[in-house]
């Protein structure tokens, strides 16, 4: 971050901008010739009267609401009132130096050519060229006005910065479909010493969507900006905030909080950083965690615990943040995941402005392509138990392909449910009225206390511009590996908790479904420990918390017994295949009308019924990479290589009639006693409710 210069050389020396100069948009012509003369009569009549020396500063009064009759009003203004920190809401941000080059467009909307492009000079400076247009209609520096309106105490927010050099500013909107209006701008002709200048911008054409942006302009000579952010002037609470996660990975935490560390106006927010240590390799014991350590200092805590998952550290953060804490807030995220630190400022600031208590979520970022983001918003679909996409929400977005202002898709206003915990922020009287997680381990932890806290009046707002970068899901195995138990067990009890009676009639169709599609692809692992899931959510609820340190041993034994959980490093460990590719191409055909499915089905079903060949145990028929490994092929073969999501290794899938006939009964039986159970199971899971997230509860499972 940039030392703030001295007063004498930034501070403003012309006198406030006159209401002519300050007209809401519209009133001027798109260029501002007008606006550009009186601006540089400013300016060289406060050359005249000694700019060197440093005035008071200057106060503004806002227009008064329903001044104008248009929505929107503008203003633009010369001079610096000092802002305090409670006041800042978003900073304008520039690419770590650290941070991969297809982060870039996350920040800068630039021209393609070299020549033209932004000097980064630091986090919050940068020099535009001459003959250039450089926008700040980004991910992280557009201004999400919408979600501020809906959910906020604010009518207008101010963005003050100061400049340098030749050129021109203007401040720009977007409408829900897209559309981008011309609200304000002017000119600067400074080269030599800093101007501060203020944009006010009302919110009230936000209701159902748009941002806000800046652009910059230059002819023949450069410009520079520095200290560029959203503010308020309202007089916001001030808030602490409990950051904390849970590791099992300690290399990718303690980079995590090495970054959280680098940026002190972030960690003035921070009471306590928690850490609940997991795993077998310590994080004081890892490399660079000393430095992590110094960064943070005494607020840094680390707390040894026995792995009981991600629910179980999360809630450890949550258990300190409120119970061993007077912090406001606690934020949560994971611990592999790269950070962008003022995304915890800007959650703070949301929560500190809204009008009642809301859960505020990040958005999550592809950390293998890192101009990608993962979905807009998300919710918990409680009909069929299952969260997806918000309606309306764009997902898998490029902004290096597609920029902010060319991507209508982006600007209409998401409402979500739920916002997975890699980033997200609890007012202290969500939990404390809300309750503690479930002992679920890890999986659908998040998603039930976010249907459970939208219960009690809490809402989850997705955030734009809160974000961080983290795995993206396609690189997982989580539907096939140790993972699925804890998915199928976990729905069932979200469903129980939350969902309408109906929904059994689609977990039994959708479950039975799932259980033939994975038969048909020789994952007879996955299957046993999905059924193990449903026996064990049969059983009630009261053996939950002895799960979160019994439940994943027993998985992993039952895993070992089955060929399709062990992983070669490649397939060149094993005999070359017996078939020809072309086979794999013919079969890979998708059925998609529905009695080419049901024929397909058939197919596959009777030739799981049949004995395989005996060659097929030694060696595979097919090598299929994870993108190809569908039921419709797998279902006609009798063995096959399978690759993993991620592309480290591969399994060898081998067809075993008795085994498909004992967990096919086996799923009949199981299914059949959910649904005549299902009354029941409610019951049992809502009452219980209360104990299983309850504080007491937790302090007796960390003693």
């Known amino acids: 971050m940039t030392d703030r210069t001295t007063p004498a050389e930034s501070e403003p020396t012309g006198p406030p901008a006159t209401e002519a100069e300050s007209a ?19 300016e060289q009549a406060a050359s005249a009267e000694g700019g060197d020396e440093t ?174 952010a959203w503010t308020t002037d309202l007089a916001l609470p001030r808030q602490r905030v409990v950051v904390g996660t849970t590791t099992m990975r300690p290399a990718d935490c303690v980079q995590t909080l090495c970054t959280l560390g680098e940026d002190s106006q972030v960690l003035d927010l921070v009471e306590r950083v928690v850490v609940a240590d997991q795993g077998g390799q310590k994080i004081r014991e890892t490399e660079g965690f000393d430095e992590a350590a110094r960064r943070i200092g005494d607020k840094l805590h680390v707390i040894e615990q026995p792995n009981l998952g991600g ?70 679909d409680l009909g069929a138990a299952m969260w997806r996409a918000a309606p309306g929400a764009a997902t898998d977005h490029d902004f290096a392909a597609y ?9 209409k206003l998401i409402h979500s449910t739920y916002n997975g915990w ?38 989850t ?41 109906s929904v059994r009639g689609n977990l039994l169709k959708q479950s039975f479904k799932l259980t033939l599609r994975h038969l048909f692809s020789m994952e007879y692992s996955t299957v046993a420990i999905q059924l193990k899931a449903v026996e064990d959510f049969l059983n009630g609820p009261q053996g939950l918390f002895e799960s979160l340190r019994t439940a994943l041993p027993e998985v992993r034994r039952i895993r070992e017994d089955y060929d399709d959980a062990r992983t070669y490093s ?63 092929l797998l279902g006609a073969l009798d063995s096959a290589t399978v690759s993993t999501a991620d592309g480290s290794g591969t399994a060898f899938r081998r067809r075993d009639p008795e085994e498909f006939r004992r967990l096919g009964l086996r799923a009949v039986a199981d299914y059949r006693r959910l649904v005549r159970e299902w009354p029941r199971l409610r019951e049992a899971y809502r009452s219980a409710l209360p104990e299983l997230t309850s504080p007491e509860s937790w302090k007796q499972m960390y003693e």
């Open 55 to 228: 005035p008071a500063p200057e106060t503004f009064d806002s227009p008064e609401a329903g001044e104008s009759k248009l929505s929107d009003s503008a203003t633009v203004r010369t001079g610096h009132r000092k802002v305090s920190p409670t006041q800042m809401l978003q900073r304008v941000l520039l690419p770590r130096a650290e941070d991969p080059l297809d982060a870039r467009p996350l920040y800068l909307d630039e021209p393609s050519e070299v020549s033209q492009r932004a000097t980064v000079l630091s986090r919050r400076s940068v020099r535009i060229p001459s003959n250039s247009r450089v926008s700040f209609a980004s991910y992280f520096n557009a201004f999400p006005a919408s979600y501020w309106k809906r959910w906020t105490r604010l009518d207008e927010v101010v963005l003050r910065l100061k400049a340098r050099g030749s050129g021109r500013l203007d401040v720009y909107r977007s409408k829900p479909d897209g559309d981008v209006v011309h609200l304000e701008g002017t000119r600067v002709s400074s080269p030599k010493s800093w101007r501060w200048l203020e944009f006010r911008i009302s919110l009230k054409p936000f209701e159902d969507g748009g941002w806000i942006w800046f652009d910059l302009f230059t002819n023949d000579g450069e410009l520079e900006i520095d200290e560029a």
């Open 24 to 42: 809401p948009a519209g009133s001027q012509r798109e260029h501002g010739e007008a606006g550009s003369a009186a601006e540089s009569a400013r």
């Open 422 to 459: 890699w980033m997200c922020l609890f007012p202290r009287e969500v939990i404390e009225n809300t309750g503690l997680p479930l002992p679920l381990f890890l999986k659908w932890d998040d998603a039930e206390y976010h249907v459970r806290a939208g219960e009690y009046g809490y809402p």
């Open 311 to 380: 629910s179980g550290g999360f809630t450890r953060v949550m258990y300190e943040g409120v119970y061993n804490s007077d912090a406001e807030q606690v934020m949560l995220f994971d611990d592999d995941i790269a950070l962008e630190p003022d995304g915890v400022l800007r959650a703070n600031a949301f929560a500190r402005a809204s009008v009642r208590p809301v859960i505020v979520g990040g958005h999550m970022l592809n950390l293998q392509a890192r101009s990608r983001l993962h979905t807009m918003g998300e919710v918990v």
């Open 403 to 411: 920029p902010l202002r060319k991507s209508s898709k982006l600007h």
């Open 461 to 501: 707002v997705s955030l734009p511009g809160a974000a961080v970068w983290h795995m993206p899901w396609t690189d997982k195995n989580d539907a096939t590996d140790w993972t699925a138990y804890f998915h199928t067990r976990n729905r069932l009890i979200l469903a129980a908790l939350h969902s309408p009676d």
């Open 570 to 632: 490649s397939a060149g460990e094993l005999p070359p295949p017996t078939a020809d590719p072309i086979m794999a191409e013919r079969l890979l055909d998708p059925p998609v009308r529905t009695s080419r499915i049901a024929r397909r089905a058939s197919k596959a079903l009777l030739h799981n019924l049949k004995q395989p060949s005996a060659e097929a145990r030694r060696r595979p028929q097919l090598n299929i990479p994870s993108q190809s490994a569908r039921w419709f």
